[in-house]
């Protein structure tokens, strides 16, 4: 759900403002006292914004956007006026300084959960609120009854499993699952909300497929994760109760959500196989998965992986394996010179024909980007959905933000490889520290996008582990193109 309210900064439209607040508020199932604080919260910072954004008898606009998924809500007041200082902006928030009387005490007393400030560069700045409409967590509720499943636990007898689609009544059991295999260290945290799981489900961002022991119980949960604005979805949120490994449940999980992919028409789906072991990249590999990128650390090292790997060096990486449920088709792209022999092999392990274009300059003065951000994981992904000739100085001030006031620790540029611009936006970046990570086919709506990180902390290869000789390369690769950004920054 998205719901935007543009208005001119005029004290006037205030009634307007309330009423816009007030009627999308209740949709959301909010009780009347969240309903009325968050209402108050929000028509006082469109009050302030009103004085104080644009030059005093200066018309301007304001924008109210409210947008609605997974099971929480972002409320974004946004204005192109007088430029400030975002770093101040965000100290005085967090520190109760921002003259706007019980904003920052709102998240202390659970009305907003998340709250900060973003530039916008020539399109000016933003205060973005975020609520999430279930807090209720497995992990609170189920911490003595359901504990971690040890790692010596016997194996249940063989047996016929049912391997089917998820019911939105089934999320109680799928979050505990989650729990007992992962604690309370999986990086995606929705995981662990049964009432986010059963929005996702019910709104069709994520679909599940389960296995189910002879007397009904949860023994493996997999799930299409549909993240990307391109034809592809993601295979995520695998888990197997250590009782049931070695049935071949990942694998028959992964067949059911292949055919479920293939039946709405995707390109192909993809899956994040983690390196602290080798089994789902075994997993992939058997499914014809073919790989086409890494992520360099986007996990963090405390997560836990149910006795298979406990404790971790460094944060965890993932190797990227595509899918294709359709012929792959020729593509021309824009690559620097630089990249363009192992961008050459990448399209080649796809089973993909590619032509390099002629590089060129953006064409549109301003770009866009879209932001995801995972707090949890100190993880995040810049997707460049327009190329501009603002988009490096756009995505440097972006980083900075990310890294300096929400502490992420490992950041993802993608960048459309259908632009001509984009080989030069990949050398500017590179003179920043982002380093060369692999190739996304379908991420985006126009096509493949080229991927790109930035790591506050190196990484070391020895605690890597790789099933194929290809992953081998292509991780050595990133890890070399770590290595020469940062020398030459």
């Known amino acids: 759900m998205e719901m935007e309210l543009r208005l001119t900064n005029d004290p006037r439209l205030m009634p307007i403002v309330q009423a816009f607040m007030h009627s999308t508020l209740k949709q959301f199932g909010l009780v009347d006292a969240a309903v009325t604080s968050i209402e108050k919260i929000v028509t006082e910072v469109v009050s302030h914004t009103i004085q104080h954004a ?51 005490e709102s998240v202390v007393q659970g009305v907003i959960d998340e709250m900060h400030w973003s530039a916008l560069g020539p399109n000016g700045k933003a205060l973005h609120l975020i609520k999430w409409i279930h807090d209720d967590a497995v992990i609170d509720a189920n911490s003595d009854t359901s504990p971690q499943i040890p790692e010596d636990a016997p194996l249940a007898p063989q047996q016929e499993y049912n391997i089917r689609k998820a019911v939105p009544e089934e999320a109680l059991q799928i979050s505990q699952l989650i729990y007992r295999i992962y604690g309370n260290t999986y990086f995606n945290e929705d995981v662990y909300y049964p009432d986010r799981v059963a929005m996702q489900h019910s709104n069709g961002s994520v679909l599940s497929v389960i296995a189910t022991d002879t007397e009904g119980n949860l023994a493996g949960h997999c799930a299409l994760e549909f993240n990307n604005e391109g034809p592809v979805a993601e295979v995520g949120q695998a888990a197997v109760d250590p009782r049931h490994r070695a049935r071949g449940l990942l694998n028959q999980m992964k067949d059911a959500l292949g055919s479920e992919a293939q039946s709405r028409g995707l390109a192909g789906w993809y899956a994040d196989s983690v390196t602290v072991h080798i089994y789902t990249q075994k997993s992939n590999a058997h499914h014809g998965g073919h790989v086409c990128g890494v992520g360099l650390g986007v996990s963090p090292r405390n997560e836990s992986f149910g006795g298979i790997a406990q404790t971790l060096a460094q944060r965890v990486s993932c190797v990227i394996y595509f899918h294709w449920l359709t012929e792959p088709e020729h593509r021309t792209v824009f690559v620097s010179e630089r990249h363009q022999e192992i961008i050459l092999d990448i399209y080649a392990n796809l089973g993909c024909t590619v032509t390099f274009g002629d590089a060129g300059t953006p064409s549109d003065k301003h770009g866009t980007l879209l932001i995801n951000m995972n707090p949890r994981a100190h993880f995040a992904v810049i997707h460049v959905t327009k190329l501009g000739q603002d988009s490096v100085q756009s995505i440097r001030r972006a980083a900075r933000e990310l890294i300096e006031m929400s502490h992420i620790e490992a950041l993802l540029v993608e960048l459309p490889l259908e632009d001509p611009g984009a080989p030069e936006t990949c050398e500017a970046l590179e003179t920043y520290g982002f380093g060369f990570t692999g190739v996304g086919p379908h991420f985006s709506a126009g096509g493949d996008v080229l991927k790109m990180e930035y790591l506050v902390e190196p990484l070391e290869k020895n605690p890597i582990k790789l099933f194929e000789p290809f992953a081998e390369r292509l991780v050595a690769y990133a890890l070399n193109e770590q290595r020469r950004v940062r020398a030459s920054m």
């Open 54 to 104: 644009y030059p005093h008898g200066e018309e301007g606009a304001i924008t109210l956007k409210v947008t609605e998924a997974s099971g929480k809500f972002e409320i974004t007041i946004s204005d192109d006026g007088l430029p400030q200082d975002i770093h101040q902006l965000e100290e005085e928030l967090h520190d109760g300084q921002d003259n706007l009387s019980g904003l920052a």
